[in-house]
Structure formats: structure tokens, C-alpha cells
């Protein structure tokens, strides 16, 4: 799939890249047309003394007044954009239809000089100069008389003109290839889910679609997007569910490493005779190690079980005010030591689908770090703000912030901050919980700075609407 989208890439990068020259080939074999008819047309007057160029004034004040309303495939053209000039044998421009350039030498220009030879001669040139926008291309033919060239006919066209059919073009193929790819992609899902999980995802689609008692198209796309997801990690379980553990099995031993040298250095020096102070030291360390590693593997069981989770079993309405007082009032009970207050900013109630449960603990686990992170006397403030169509909780701490390298990966496993005052870290596994209850309620998670200090998580997830009449 990736083979075939690359190869499609280049494709569409190959043909939009062609498609101007091949627009500029077309125009100027108009160009070449237009200027021999009209070196043609002014021959039938014109002497050995020159060219006479004196029919061609009434004829372009003709033409330029004249009214175009032409609709060429949906793009209209209103006004003629013609350019031609007469010049004699010595390149002295004699007439001009924009009358910008009467009297000036135009023998130095590179289609007129060969006009003036008997040989095809063609240019593109700039009004403005460094100003590509403003290109114009130019055909000149020669004016003969008696075998003898005595002038040439030069015809101009803006490159702007015709750059609008060029920008079409683009857009059409642009829009071809990427619904060419957008089906393969679409394809390799259908047949990926048929081959993996041909009952599961379908069922569970139509289970959530007999629990809707209203058609919403932006929420129904947004739960087939989430539904293709979790089949897609299906798929790559299945299929590479090996690798897949090993690298579970590789990371968590990876953090299961530090504890258990600490616990092997503690237990190796109590061997040894020591005064009583240091022998409680090294087993309240033991202690530590122990709880950390217990708590590292509760942790990871709890998210790889979530992460097996397709859907929400049997998910119900959750009024959020309350969940977060209450949730408020505990974690400010927990900062009590330290002076940390909690506020709860939530002047409006609302209601979420999903499991009471995985809210509480996702939302418990963004106050933990929040508590984790604020300095003593700090303030956290847990905030509800309501959308016409999602509920956002923020949780803001006083702390020193995100660091700007971390970005998104504090939302990878294992991955942890220093708390502040010390080099005690977390088990890395709080918001890759977060996240994952997210998903399961098909929201989103974000973390990031606040301009006036501290950082600020937020959890958005689907408003559910009320069924009153």
C-alpha cells in the first residue's frame, strides 16, 4: 500500500509538473498561426517602402471594444488579450495595438531579429521585470514584398491568460489522483477488516447505529473513523502480534531494570554489618522499589486490557459536573500537605456516553499529574467548558510547564518528567491511559503549556444531547 501510494505521489508530481509546458506548446502554435495571417493580411498592402501597417488601428480599436463573454469549460473570458506590433526592416516598432511601444527598436528582441532573417523567431518576456506572473509570449513572422522582407508581424499572448485553464487542469488531476488513492486506501481497509475482523467490526457498527435516535453525519463519519482505526490496530495485532509483544515485553523489562538493580544493590549491602539507621534506609528503599514495580505492572495490564478494547461494552450517559466535584474535593483532600487547592470552574452541567468509570480514572490521572507538578500553595484548576457538540475538560497546574522537547511524547508509554525538586518519575503509563479512554469515547487528548505559566491538559469528548422534548 505505502509502494502504491508513493508510486501515485510521483505520478501526480510528474503530470502536474508537465502540464504548464504542455499548455505554453499549445499556445504557441496559436501564436504561430496568428501571426502569419496577420503578416499575410497587412502584405496585401504593403510597398517596398514599408509595411502598411495604417488598416491595423481601426481594426484593434474594433477589436478591443468589442464585448467577449465566452464560457470556455466553466472558466469565463471577457476581454481580448492580443498583443501585436508592426515593426520595418530595421526592428522600429511601427504600430502597436497597446500603443505603449510606437518608435522604440525592437530589433535586440530575439523573435523579431529572426523575423527580420526569414527565420522562426520566439520569446517570452516579463513586463515587470523578476515578476514571472508577468510573462507574455511573443511569435513574429516576416512581411514579405516582392521576395523581400520589409517588416515583421509580431503576436503576444499573457501567460496569465491562459494560466487559469493551467490551474484547472491541475486541480482536476489533483482531485483524480487523490480520489484514486483514497479508493485503494479505502480497499486495502475493507479487505484488511474482511480478512481480520469480518463480524466484529461490522456488528458493532450496526449495534451503534440501532442506538442512534438521531441521523448526525459529522458525529457517524467521526465514529466510522474511529471504528477503521481500531480495525486497522486489530489488523496490525494480528498480523504482527508478535513483534507487537515483544516490544510490550522489551520495554516494560527495559523499566523494570532500574528498581529491581536498586532493590539487588539494597538487599546485597544489608548482608553486610551496618548501624540500624542505614539498615531502615536501604529497606524502606526495598519497600519503594517494590510498590514501583508493582504499581508499573498494574499499570501495564490496565492499558494493554484497554487497549484490547474495541468499543464501550454497554456505555451510559455520565453527568460530568458531579464526577468532577467529586474528584475535586479528593485530589485537593490529597494536596491538603502541601497546602495545593483545587477549583472547579463548571458553570454549566452536560452529559457524555460512555464508561463512568474510565472518565474517572482519566480525569484522576490528569489531577495526579497536575498534583505531582505544582509547587507548595500551588493553585489546580479543573475546568468544564461547553461546546454545541463536545464537552472539554481542562486541568491546569502553577507548575514549571512542558518542556518544549517533550511534545507528543509524554503521550507515549513509559515515557516520564522529572517532578519538580526531584528525580522521582511516574511510571509513564497515566496519559497513554488518558489517551486511550479518549479514543474509546471517540475524543481526543492534548497537553500543552499555558502562556501565563503551567501546563494545561485537556480531555474533549462527544456532547451527548438531550432527548427532551
Known sequence: MVAYLLGVGLLLWRLLDDIDPRYRESAEESLVETAHLLAAVVEQQSTDAGPAFEPMIPLFQSLYARDVQADIF???????????TVVDAKGLVLFDSRNLHVGADFSRWR??????????????????????????????????????IVGAVSAGKPVQSFGQFVDAARRKTLLAGLAAATS???????????????????????????????????????????????????????LAGRSYAADYVQTLTHELKSPLSTIRGAAELLQEPMPEADRKRFLDRIDHETERIQELVDRMMELAALESRRRLDK??????VPLLADLAA???????????????DAPDDARVSGDEFLLRRAVRNLLDNALDFSPPGGLIVL??????KLVEITVRDAGPGMPHYAGEKVFEKFYSLARPGSTRRSTGLGLPFVREVAHLHHGRATLHNHDEGGAVATLILPRLRSTAA
Not at 466553466?74 to 501585436?84: A, F, M, N, S
Not at 523578476?130 to 521576395?147: E, F, H, L, Q
Request: hydrophobic share 40%; with cysteine.
Open 74 to 84: 466553466g472558466i469565463r473570458k471577457e476581454r481580448i488579450d492580443l498583443r501585436v
Open 111 to 148: 523573435d523579431v531579429r529572426l523575423a527580420l532573417l526569414g527565420e522562426y523567431g520566439a520569446r517570452t518576456s516579463a513586463d515587470v521585470d523578476n515578476d514571472p506572473k508577468t510573462s507574455v509570449m511573443y511569435v513574429s513572422a516576416p512581411i514579405y514584398v516582392g521576395g523581400r
Open 184 to 238: 485503494a486506501l479505502i480497499l486495502a481497509l475493507i479487505l484488511s477488516m474482511w480478512l481480520v475482523v469480518p463480524h466484529g467490526f461490522v456488528g458493532d457498527y450496526i449495534r451503534y447505529l440501532r442506538l442512534q435516535r438521531h441521523l448526525n453525519l459529522p458525529q457517524l463519519s467521526r465514529h466510522t473513523r474511529e471504528m477503521m482505526s481500531t480495525a486497522y490496530r486489530d489488523m496490525r495485532d494480528a
Open 315 to 320: 456505555p451510559q450517559p455520565v453527568a460530568i
Open 330 to 344: 479528593s485530589t485537593e483532600a490529597a494536596g491538603a500537605p502541601r497546602d495545593i487547592r483545587v477549583r472547579l
Open 383 to 388: 475546568c468544564l467548558r461547553l461546546h454545541p
